[in-house]
């Protein structure tokens, strides 16, 4: 027998309340589950690993597949993508989108999201066209040359005086 646990969600995703569940395998605690899920949608665990997502009304008619992320995952998806360029706009983001921007909180998080934000803004920067054409050079033929065009010559040094040796004669 294994021991499970079903979060019934409110209207904001939020765990609404808990439902204990015993049952020997994860196909019966998944049916036993459906008769839980309210309007807003449920989500079935055990220990760690998430079983199932059981969608509500409002997220089955925008999301079909039911699993719709939490604030925190679509922040990070949000800082990956390179599509916001602070966090500011990532909780902008995420209001609009309907989910909970106050969950985004804490020095390390918006320092990891901050650092996110502006290494994949930097390679979209990167990848993206710059406004100003790139130089090339002219073909040989169209260059005005660098050096005169009759042959000079370099001017010769006079020969060095030859250094007479300063070696006492050995004996």
């Known amino acids: ?14 765990i609404q309340s808990a439902v204990e569940l015993v049952y020997e395998s994860d196909q019966e605690a998944l049916e036993a589950a459906k008769a839980h899920v309210c309007r807003h949608g449920a989500e079935l665990w055990r220990r760690d690993r998430r079983i199932g997502c059981f969608p509500g009304e409002a997220i089955a008619a925008t999301n079909p597949v039911g699993m719709r992320p939490t604030a925190l995952e679509r922040a990070y998806q949000l800082a990956r993508s390179g599509a916001c360029a602070s966090v500011a706009e990532i ?3 995420l209001k609009t989108e309907g989910l909970d921007d106050n969950q985004v ?10 650092r996110l934000c502006a290494a994949h803004a930097n390679a979209a920067d990167r990848s993206a066209p710059q406004g100003r054409e790139p130089r090339f050079l002219e073909p040989a033929s169209r260059r005005a040359p660098s050096w005169p065009s009759s042959p000079v010559q370099a001017p010769v040094a ?3 005086p030859r250094r007479r040796s300063t070696r006492m004669p050995s004996p």
């Open 1 to 14: 027998m294994a021991d499970y646990r079903l979060y019934v969600l409110d209207s904001n995703g939020h």
């Open 91 to 93: 909780k902008a983001r």
């Open 105 to 114: 909180f804490g020095p390390t998080l918006l320092a990891e999201l901050r």
């Open 158 to 160: 006079p020969p060095l």
